[in-house]
């Protein structure tokens, strides 16, 4: 079994900085993917930024320049370090891992953006 945490949310003043942290702990071979997804109220959970094992990463249009992604592998663990916070940002936040080709949801955590 694989479990997964986040931690790191909580309420900031527009522009200001906020750093999320995800741990898997389990039984893992391998890592293929981690990733943060978003679900604000009313909407779609939508992909937020995501970094392969080899370090590639991408983001959505919305957070590029902003926020930044990184793993360690040798802790399982993956970061999303996220600047210049707008309101809209504001939501519940999700990590993924992708181990051994199955996904693992953390339970989220809550960030708000105070205007």
């Known amino acids: 079994q694989v479990q997964v945490v986040e931690s790191g949310g909580g309420v900031v003043q527009a522009g200001g900085s906020l750093r999320l942290s995800c741990a898997a702990s389990?039984?893992?071979?391998?890592?293929?993917?981690m990733d943060w997804y978003r679900q604000a109220p009313g909407k779609q959970r939508e992909l937020v930024a995501q970094?392969?094992?080899?370090?590639?990463?991408t983001y959505a249009d919305s957070v590029k320049g902003r926020f930044t992604i990184s793993g360690d592998n040798t802790k399982n663990t993956v970061y999303l370090q996220m600047s210049s916070l707008k309101p809209e940002d504001t939501a519940v936040y999700y990590c993924?891992?992708?181990?051994?080709?199955?996904?693992?949801w953390g339970q989220g955590t809550q960030v708000t953006v105070s205007a």
């Open positions: 993924r891992f992708v181990i051994d080709y199955r996904a693992y």
């Open positions: 389990g039984s893992i071979f391998s890592i293929n993917v």
């Open positions: 970094i392969t094992r080899g370090g590639s990463s």
